[in-house]
């Protein structure tokens, strides 16, 4: 099982403020992910990183921005909050495999702008 | 197409019933495959992964992989209201991709 925490677990924000949403785990894996979900509706993939320095774009679009400065630290900013941007996020980390890959979650970050 | 389908649900079981949840994806050369428990509110757990055809027991869960048929179940047996949640299906695609289906919502009646 692993380790890995969100926070904070739960943010109400004004618009036009920026926001950071940290994310750490202590297994040591290589891949970082983070998925936003609104309630009752399916995980979209924003961004992900395959180590250090590394960082792509997931598959939905996103005004949000990563960095990986250090394998178990990879948090998510929002330069400017704006309602829209009201959903959980999910942070996932996995170790790097080609054929086995399992990714663990940890606990979101409800995010709420107003 | 969807690359991981599940049926959205509700599905709706009684207490001490067997839970059927499929799942179908579109890549031929996908490897794993897993199951995510997902309660309300909260964050997806891993219950189950399944890399061979065949099945997979562990507990009341049974995973059942055919790739012919590109196919995934996930077996609850004996349901307990407990088990109510969302179920994610996820497969590691050919291109290294962990993909998520949209999750079917099982309710376990008491």
């Known amino acids: 099982e692993a380790d890995i925490y969100q926070t904070p677990r739960y943010l109400v924000i004004g618009t036009g403020k920026k926001i950071t949403l940290e994310c750490s785990q202590t297994?040591?894996?290589?891949?970082m992910y983070w998925y936003q979900q609104d309630p009752g509706m399916e995980l979209h993939l924003i961004h992900y990183?395959?180590?250090?320095?590394?960082?792509e774009k997931g598959d939905l679009s996103s005004e949000s921005t990563v960095s990986r400065i250090r394998t178990e630290h990879f948090p998510l900013t929002l330069e400017s909050a704006r309602p829209s941007h009201t959903s959980q996020y999910l942070c996932?980390?996995?170790?790097?495999?080609?054929?086995?890959?399992?990714?663990?979650f940890g606990p979101g970050t409800r995010l709420l702008v107003l | 197409q969807k690359e991981v389908e599940q049926n959205s649900g509700p599905l709706s079981v009684p207490e001490g019933a067997i839970a059927s949840l499929n799942c179908t994806y579109s890549?031929?050369?996908?490897?794993?495959f897993f199951w995510y428990r997902q309660y309300s509110g909260k964050s997806p757990e891993l219950i189950m992964s399944?890399?061979?055809?065949g099945d997979k027991e562990d507990g009341r869960f049974t995973a059942q992989l055919n790739k012919a048929s590109q196919y995934v179940s996930l077996l609850i047996r004996d349901s307990q209201p407990s088990d109510s949640a969302t179920y994610l299906c996820?497969?590691?695609?050919?291109?290294?991709?962990?993909?998520f289906g949209a999750g079917t919502r099982l309710f376990v009646k008491a």
């Open positions: 996932a980390s996995s170790e790097y495999s080609a054929s086995q890959e399992t990714q663990y």
């Open positions: 297994m040591g894996h290589d891949k």
């Open positions: 990183s395959y180590g250090v320095n590394s960082t």
């Open positions: 890549d031929r050369v996908s490897q794993s």
């Open positions: 399944i890399y061979s055809n």
């Open positions: 996820a497969v590691r695609t050919g291109g290294f991709k962990t993909i």
